[in-house]
C-alpha cells in the first residue's frame, strides 16, 4: 500500500471512530412520562374556581397571592400526578387563554442538554418552580405554544401533596389529552414527533376533505395531545373551542347525571348535549366563564370497534 492511500485509510479509521465516540457522548432525550399539566388564563378567576370547584368538583392545592391578599394563581388537582392552573392575567396580545402545555420529565436538566445538541434554542436554564418546586424547562413549539418540562422534586408539592386534595366530587381523576392550535402539521410532527418522540396513532376529519386533528401520544406514557389543524387562525377570543382539555371519565351519560345534580348546574346556564365524536367515542363538551372547552370523554368507542384514521389532505 502506497503513502496516499495508507493516509487515506488512517483519515478514514480516524473519522469512523470520532463519529463513534461523538454518537456515544451525544446526549439522549430523557422519558416524557406524561402530561404533568396544563395553565389558563382566566379572566376572572373567582367565577373560574366556582366552576371548577362547585360543578366539575375539584380543589386547590396550592395558590399564588398578591400582596393585598388576591389570588393571581390557583392549582386544582387532577390526582397526584396532574393539574391544572388556571392565572388571574390577561393573555399576551393575539394570544388566546391557553397559557402553557407541560409535560412531565425523568430528568429535566437532560432534557436541556438534548434540545441544545439538536439545535434548539434554549431561552431559559432549568429553573425551580416557585410554586410547585419542581425543576422546569421551558420552550416554544413551532406555533409558539409555550410547551413546559417538569421534573418533580421530593420536597416539592406533588410529593407534599400525595393523596389529599382529592375528593370524591372530581368528575373525572385523568387528563385523557390537550388541544392546541396548530398551523403547519409538518413542522409540528417534526417537532413532537421526530424531535420528542411522540408517536401518532389517529387523524380525524369532521368533514372528510379536510384534516382536523392529529393524535400524538408521549413516548413514554399513554396521556396524548391533539393537534387542531385550521386554514384560518380564529381570533384570540373565539379559540377557547380549540384549546381545550379532555378528562377521561367511565361514563359519559352518568357524568351528566352527577353534573345535573349539583347546585353550580343552576347556574352554568349552557347547553348539555353529549354526542358521539368522530373518533366514535362519546363525549361532553362543557365551557368555562371565558369560553375554555373541557371536554369530558370514554376511552373506547360506543360501538367497540376502532375508527380508522381520515386520509384527508390537512389544511393550507
Same mark, same amino acid.
Given at each position: 500500500?502506497?503513502? %496516499?492511500?495508507?493516509?487515506?485509510?488512517?483519515?478514514?479509521?480516524?473519522?469512523?471512530?470520532?463519529?463513534?465516540?461523538?454518537?456515544?457522548?451525544?446526549?439522549?432525550?430523557?422519558?416524557?412520562?406524561?402530561?404533568?399539566?396544563?395553565?389558563?388564563?382566566?379572566?376572572?378567576?373567582?367565577?373560574?374556581?366556582?366552576?371548577?370547584?362547585?360543578?366539575?368538583?375539584?380543589?386547590?392545592?396550592?395558590?399564588?397571592?398578591?400582596?393585598?391578599?388576591?389570588?393571581?394563581?390557583?392549582?386544582?388537582?387532577?390526582?397526584?400526578?396532574?393539574?391544572?392552573?388556571? %392565572?388571574?392575567?390577561?393573555?399576551?396580545?393575539?394570544?388566546?387563554?391557553?397559557?402553557?402545555?407541560?409535560?412531565?420529565? =425523568? =430528568?429535566?436538566?437532560?432534557?436541556?442538554?438534548?434540545?441544545?445538541?439538536?439545535?434548539?434554542?434554549?431561552?431559559?436554564?432549568?429553573?425551580?418552580?416557585?410554586?410547585?418546586?419542581?425543576?422546569?424547562?421551558?420552550?416554544?413549539?413551532?406555533?409558539?405554544?409555550?410547551?413546559?418540562?417538569?421534573?418533580?422534586?421530593?420536597?416539592?408539592?406533588?410529593?407534599?401533596?400525595?393523596?389529599?386534595?382529592?375528593?370524591?366530587?372530581?368528575?373525572?381523576?385523568?387528563?385523557?389529552?390537550?388541544?392546541?392550535?396548530?398551523?403547519?402539521?409538518?413542522?409540528?410532527?417534526?417537532?413532537?414527533?421526530?424531535?420528542?418522540?411522540?408517536?401518532?396513532?389517529?387523524?380525524?376529519?369532521?368533514?372528510?376533505?379536510?384534516?382536523?386533528?392529529?393524535?400524538?401520544?408521549?413516548?413514554?406514557?399513554?396521556?396524548?395531545?391533539?393537534?387542531?389543524?385550521?386554514?384560518?387562525?380564529?381570533?384570540?377570543?373565539?379559540?377557547?373551542?380549540?384549546?381545550?382539555? =379532555?378528562?377521561?371519565?367511565?361514563?359519559?351519560?352518568? %357524568?351528566?347525571?352527577?353534573?345535573?345534580?349539583?347546585?353550580?348546574?343552576?347556574?352554568?346556564?349552557?347547553?348539555?348535549?353529549?354526542?358521539?365524536?368522530?373518533?366514535?367515542?362519546?363525549?361532553?363538551?362543557?365551557?368555562?366563564?371565558?369560553?375554555?372547552?373541557?371536554?369530558?370523554?370514554?376511552?373506547?368507542?360506543?360501538?367497540?370497534?376502532?375508527?380508522?384514521?381520515?386520509?384527508?389532505?390537512?389544511?393550507?
Amino acid at each position: 500500500m502506497n503513502r %496516499s492511500k495508507r493516509l487515506a485509510a488512517i483519515c478514514t479509521i480516524v473519522f469512523t471512530c470520532a463519529l463513534t465516540i461523538q454518537a456515544q457522548t451525544a446526549p439522549t432525550r430523557p422519558k416524557i412520562l406524561g402530561i404533568s399539566h396544563v395553565g389558563f388564563f382566566v379572566s376572572d378567576l373567582p367565577k373560574a374556581l366556582d366552576f371548577w370547584h362547585g360543578l366539575l368538583g375539584y380543589n386547590e392545592s396550592a395558590e399564588d397571592k398578591n400582596p393585598d391578599g388576591s389570588i393571581t394563581d390557583a392549582i386544582l388537582k387532577i390526582n397526584d400526578h396532574q393539574f391544572v392552573e388556571l %392565572s388571574n392575567l390577561q393573555p399576551p396580545p393575539g394570544s388566546g387563554h391557553l397559557n402553557r402545555i407541560a409535560f412531565t420529565v =425523568s =430528568s429535566a436538566e437532560q432534557m436541556h442538554l438534548y434540545l441544545i445538541s439538536r439545535g434548539i434554542q434554549v431561552a431559559t436554564p432549568v429553573l425551580k418552580n416557585v410554586t410547585t418546586g419542581d425543576l422546569t424547562l421551558t420552550i416554544k413549539d413551532p406555533d409558539g405554544n409555550l410547551v413546559e418540562f417538569d421534573e418533580p422534586q421530593p420536597d416539592g408539592l406533588e410529593a407534599r401533596t400525595t393523596g389529599k386534595f382529592l375528593p370524591a366530587t372530581r368528575i373525572s381523576d385523568s387528563i385523557y389529552h390537550l388541544g392546541f392550535l396548530v398551523g403547519n402539521s409538518e413542522k409540528s410532527i417534526k417537532f413532537y414527533g421526530d424531535l420528542l418522540g411522540f408517536q401518532e396513532f389517529w387523524r380525524g376529519s369532521s368533514n372528510g376533505t379536510q384534516l382536523s386533528w392529529i393524535d400524538m401520544q408521549v413516548p413514554d406514557g399513554k396521556d396524548y395531545v391533539e393537534f387542531m389543524l385550521y386554514r384560518d387562525l380564529p381570533p384570540p377570543d373565539k379559540r377557547g373551542g380549540q384549546e381545550h382539555i =379532555s378528562l377521561l371519565v367511565p361514563d359519559v351519560a352518568k %357524568s351528566i347525571n352527577v353534573l345535573e345534580a349539583r347546585p353550580a348546574f343552576q347556574t352554568y346556564g349552557k347547553p348539555v348535549a353529549p354526542h358521539t365524536g368522530v373518533n366514535g367515542k362519546r363525549q361532553l363538551n362543557l365551557f368555562d366563564p371565558d369560553g375554555t372547552r373541557v371536554e369530558l370523554m370514554e376511552s373506547e368507542t360506543a360501538n367497540g370497534k376502532p375508527v380508522p384514521p381520515s386520509t384527508a389532505p390537512p389544511p393550507n
